[in-house]
């Protein structure tokens, strides 16, 4: 069985940095990408970032140049260092694990069940 588990998450000023993680279990595909995913209130789940097998990663461009991507050698756990936070990103934060490299809510078969980050201003 699959379990994704996130933690990391917490309330910080403006310009402030958190790093989540992804502890990742049960999955052993070896086309498996994992990528982080956010909610905010009143909206849909959007892509913040994914990375393919080969350590790839790409980054929706709100994000890009602020947060970072990885996972460690044994690729069981995913982080996500977000730096410079902005009000806007306060969200509730996942990870997802599926076969197909994408930043596509739709693509990703299993899902944690989310950390909370708030920014203030």
């Known amino acids: 069985q699959v379990h994704l588990v996130e933690s990391g998450g917490g309330s910080v000023q403006a310009g402030d940095a958190l790093r989540l993680s992804c502890t990742i279990s049960?999955?052993?595909?070896?086309?498996?990408?994992v990528a982080w995913f956010r909610q905010a209130p009143g909206k849909e789940r959007e892509a913040v970032a994914a990375i393919d097998t080969d350590d790839n990663p790409a980054y929706v461009e709100s994000v890009t140049g602020r947060f970072t991507i990885s996972k460690d050698g044994a690729k069981t756990t995913l982080s996500l260092q977000m730096n410079s936070l902005k009000p806007e990103d306060t969200a509730t934060y996942y990870c997802?694990?599926?076969?197909?490299?994408?930043?596509?809510?739709?693509?990703?078969?299993?899902w944690g069940q989310g950390t909370q980050v708030t920014v203030y201003s």
């Open positions: 049960g999955y052993t595909s070896i086309n498996s990408c």
């Open positions: 997802a694990a599926g076969n197909l490299y994408s930043l596509r809510v739709s693509e990703y078969l299993y």
